[in-house]
């Protein structure tokens, strides 16, 4: 692990158990990198990342400061309704195309690797070559240590609120208000009730979560469409004790997660409750393609059985070459190559914005 990364990991630790209180100033990044024997550039990194991930913020001439809240720090005043940014009309568009040689190389490379293979029913689940692929990108892009036999494939986000639904048929789902639309109607196209949650400038209200009623919390921590709303380090944090107080599950909706400014994404649920009562839900829409109807979730170990005896009859809908395209996109390096390249152009684009501001 780098050097920032650990520095990281350690300031995060500390700033949560109340070592650095809420309110309180970081030491200098010159003091910092002379009590911990790293460079001043370390520092930087690892304080910008505090920064991305919304553990402190940074005063102009005055230094870093921590954001991060502990349990039983009242809200600070907020809307009634969050202010909506500008985010993109079409939930799907894409903000960069996929290579084209590089989709046709991969496209021959598949064909003339696997032949008459391709004519073959995947798993239900998905084929473990896709699966073990995505496993092994989690583990390097978002630090998610999984099993590929906890990873569902599906052909998109719907079909996997679809299943969702069909697993927890009998409860109350809270979803945010405002969520991206689909969301609540696929659930109630299938019976399920849900419950709207009102959102502020940081996540889910306090006060929405202690709502009776519901077990299940449909969330969408970084960028919720169409407020652009994303959860602080702090409201992360309550959302899994929420999940832990409750008995309760939370489903982590990452659409968009991948254009995070931290180098490793924004921090997910999943990683916070270390799995075990996050379902976790992502798609290559927007990385990829709109076309390329191919999602994926991934279940904690506990929720297997469930998933087994209610939708685990169904036969997996994205078909084999799809998957093994995509697998190979993914062990190539080819598909994290782009995530980087469509990463700088944002950040180059975001420049740009700011200085015509």
């Not at 690892?46 to 001439?61: K, M, N, S, T």
């Not at 073959?120 to 099993?147: C, F, H, T, W």
């Not at 990463?343 to 420049?351: E, H, P, Q, V």
């Amino acid at each position: 692990m780098k050097k920032y990364l650990r520095l990281f990991e350690r300031l995060r630790a500390a700033i949560i158990s109340g070592g650095y209180a809420f309110g309180s100033r970081l030491p200098s990044k010159r003091a910092m990198a002379n009590e911990t024997g790293n460079s001043i550039v370390t520092v930087e990194h690892a304080y910008g990342l505090l920064c991305d991930e919304g553990y402190v913020c940074a005063r102009e001439r005055s230094g870093f400061f921590v954001a991060y809240r502990a349990e039983g720090f009242a809200e600070p005043a907020r809307m009634a309704k969050p202010t909506v940014v500008r985010v993109k009309a079409d939930h799907h568009r894409v903000p960069g195309n996929f290579p084209f040689t590089v989709m046709a190389r991969t496209v021959r490379g598949v064909m003339a690797r696997y032949g008459e293979r391709l004519f073959v029913k995947s798993p239900n689940m998905g084929l473990i070559e896709l699966r073990s692929a995505v496993a092994s990108y989690l583990a390097r892009r978002k630090n998610l240590q999984i099993d590929p036999s906890q990873i569902v494939i599906g052909s998109g986000a719907e079909y996997l609120y679809g299943l969702l639904a069909q697993m927890f048929r009998d409860e109350t789902i809270g979803v945010e208000d405002p969520a991206y639309a689909k969301i609540c109607e696929v659930y109630t196209a299938h019976g399920v009730n849900t419950l709207s949650l009102k959102l502020g400038e940081r996540g889910i209200l306090d006060e929405e979560l202690e709502r009776s009623g519901f077990a299940i919390l449909h969330v969408t921590p970084y960028r919720s469409y169409p407020t652009g709303v994303s959860a602080d380090a702090s409201k992360r944090h309550a959302y899994v004790r929420w999940a832990h107080r409750r008995d309760g599950i939370l489903i982590e909706d990452d659409f968009e997660s991948e254009f995070a400014r931290a180098p490793s994404g924004a921090e997910t649920l999943f990683a916070l409750d270390g799995g075990r009562r996050v379902i976790y839900l992502n798609t290559f829409s927007k990385t990829i393609a709109p076309s390329l109807r191919i999602g994926y979730m991934v279940l904690p170990k506990e929720l297997l059985t469930l998933y087994a005896r209610k939708v685990g009859f169904y036969s997996c809908t994205v078909p084999v070459f799809d998957q093994l395209f995509l697998a190979d996109l993914i062990d190539s390096g080819d598909f994290e190559r782009h995530l980087n390249r469509l990463r700088r152009r944002l950040a180059i684009d975001l420049g740009s914005h700011r200085s015509l501001s």
